[in-house]
C-alpha cells in the first residue's frame, strides 16, 4: 500500500502517479480529469500540484496539508452520513477548475507549495483520528482529485482502524482515477455547480456532462454514499429554470433519494461584485427540488430551521431536527427507519447520532490540539 515518495530535483519531495501516457510529440498527458494537461519536462498542470518529471506524472503535494480541523460531519455537507459525529477535516493545495466564485481560493488557488507546513503519513492521520475520536476522516477545503494518491492510500489507511472517510468534491475526473478515488472512500458530497454549459465553461472553467457522468457512476455504480451540493450564485444560477432543470435531471437520473443542499454565496476571489445569496432565493430553490420529487432537499450557510431539518417522506414529521450543525431531535432507529411510521431514510445512521454539535477544532499531528 501507499504511493512511493522520495526526492525530486525539479519539485522537492514528490509521489509517482498511475493516470498518464506519454504522447507521439514527447509531451506526457495526465489522465486524472478531462482537462488532460500536457506538459513538457518541468511543467505542471493547471492543478499546478501534478507536473512532469521525466517521461511521467508526479504528485508534488503527497503527505503534506494545508492543515487540519475537527468539524461536524453536517459542515461537508453530509446530513444523511452518521448525524452528529466529528470528521477530521485536511486538504492539501490545488485544484483542477477555475471557480470565480471559490471559497477556498486561498488553499485551491495557491501557488506556494511552501506553505502546506503540516505533514503527516496515511497511517498517522488514521491514527490521529481514532486518538482524538472522530468517526471518519474528509478530504475537503480543496479537491481530493488533484491528491488522489495521497487520498486514497488514507482511505485505505482509515479503513485498516474502522475510521470512515469522506471526500468534497466537484467531481471533474475521469472514470478510471474516479473509480479508484471514490471506491475507497464511504461518502462524497459532489458539487452540481449549474445546469449550463456556459455556466461550467465561463465561471467554472470546467465542463457539465462530465459532472454529471461522476454523479451517475457514483450514485448508481458504486457504493459510495452520494449527496449533492449547489452554491446558489444571485444572478449566474440561481433562475427558476435552470434549477427545476436541474433537479428533474437528479430525480431522473439518481432517484429522488440523493439529497440536494443549497447552499448560500458571499462574495469571494474574482466574484466580489456580486451580491450575497438572498435567503428566500435558497428557501425558493428547496422548495423547487421538493416540487421535483425530491425527498430530502437542505438550505446552507443560513439559518432556516425548515431547511436544516429532515423530514420523513413517509409521514413528513421531522425526524432530525437541526439548528446550524447542532441537533436538536433524532427520531431514527440504527437502520436509518422512522420511529413515528417506520419508513427508512436512505443513508448511513448509528443508533444513536454523535454530539459533536457545530465546534471546529483545529488539530496538529504532532498530538498537540
Known amino acids: 500500500m501507499g504511493a512511493h515518495v522520495h526526492a525530486s530535483p525539479l519539485f522537492g519531495e514528490i509521489a509517482e502517479t498511475t493516470y498518464w501516457h506519454v504522447l507521439d510529440d514527447g509531451r506526457v498527458q495526465c489522465d486524472v480529469c478531462p482537462r488532460a494537461c500536457r506538459l513538457h519536462e518541468g511543467q505542471r498542470g ?32 453530509l446530513n444523511h452520513f ?62 481530493p482529485v488533484v491528491f488522489l494518491e495521497y487520498a486514497v492510500d488514507t482511505a485505505i489507511a482509515c479503513r485498516d482502524q474502522g475510521i ?6 466537484a467531481g471533474y475526473i475521469e472514470p478510471a482515477p474516479r473509480a479508484e478515488l471514490f471506491g475507497a472512500m464511504d461518502a462524497v458530497n459532489i458539487d452540481l455547480k449549474g445546469f449550463t454549459h456556459e455556466y461550467y465553461r465561463k465561471v467554472c472553467g470546467g465542463d457539465l456532462d462530465a459532472v454529471l457522468q461522476s454523479i451517475e457512476w457514483a450514485a ?12 446558489v450564485v444571485p444572478g449566474h444560477n440561481d433562475s427558476d429554470d ?10 431522473e437520473h439518481v432517484g429522488p433519494d440523493v439529497p440536494m443542499h443549497f447552499s448560500a454565496f ?20 428547496r422548495e423547487i427540488a421538493i416540487d421535483a420529487g425530491v425527498r430530502f432537499a437542505y438550505t446552507g450557510n443560513v439559518h432556516d430551521t425548515a431547511g ?19 441537533l436538536l431531535s433524532y427520531d431514527l432507529d440504527a437502520t436509518g427507519a422512522c420511529s413515528f411510521c417506520g419508513t427508512r431514510i436512505p443513508g448511513v445512521f448509528a443508533a444513536t447520532p454523535g454530539t459533536w454539535g457545530r465546534r471546529r477544532l483545529p488539530v496538529q499531528m504532532d498530538g498537540r490540539r
Open 46 to 77: 493547471l492543478c499546478f500540484v501534478r507536473a512532469r518529471e521525466g517521461d511521467r506524472i508526479v504528485s508534488t503535494t503527497y503527505g503534506r496539508s494545508s492543515g487540519y480541523c475537527i468539524d461536524p460531519i453536517e459542515k461537508k455537507p
Open 82 to 143: 452518521l448525524p452528529g459525529t466529528p470528521v477530521l477535516s485536511f486538504g492539501t493545495a490545488g485544484c483542477n477548475l477555475t471557480c470565480k466564485f471559490c471559497q477556498n481560493w486561498d488553499i485551491s488557488k495557491s501557488r506556494d507549495i511552501d506553505t502546506l507546513a503540516d505533514s503527516a503519513s496515511p497511517r498517522a492521520i488514521a491514527d490521529a483520528a481514532v486518538r482524538l475520536g472522530c468517526t471518519s476522516v474528509a478530504f475537503t477545503y480543496n479537491d
Open 164 to 169: 470512515r472517510t469522506v471526500g468534497v468534491t
Open 220 to 231: 448508481n455504480e458504486s457504493d459510495v454514499w452520494v449527496e449533492l451540493t449547489t452554491l
Open 242 to 251: 435552470e434549477l427545476r432543470r436541474m433537479c428533474d435531471w437528479v430525480v
Open 266 to 285: 458571499h462574495p469571494d476571489w474574482k466574484m466580489l461584485d456580486v451580491p450575497p445569496t438572498p435567503p428566500d432565493t435558497l428557501r425558493r430553490a
Open 308 to 326: 436544516d431539518t429532515t423530514f420523513c417522506p413517509g409521514c413528513h414529521k421531522p425526524v432530525i431536527e437541526r439548528d446550524w450543525y447542532d
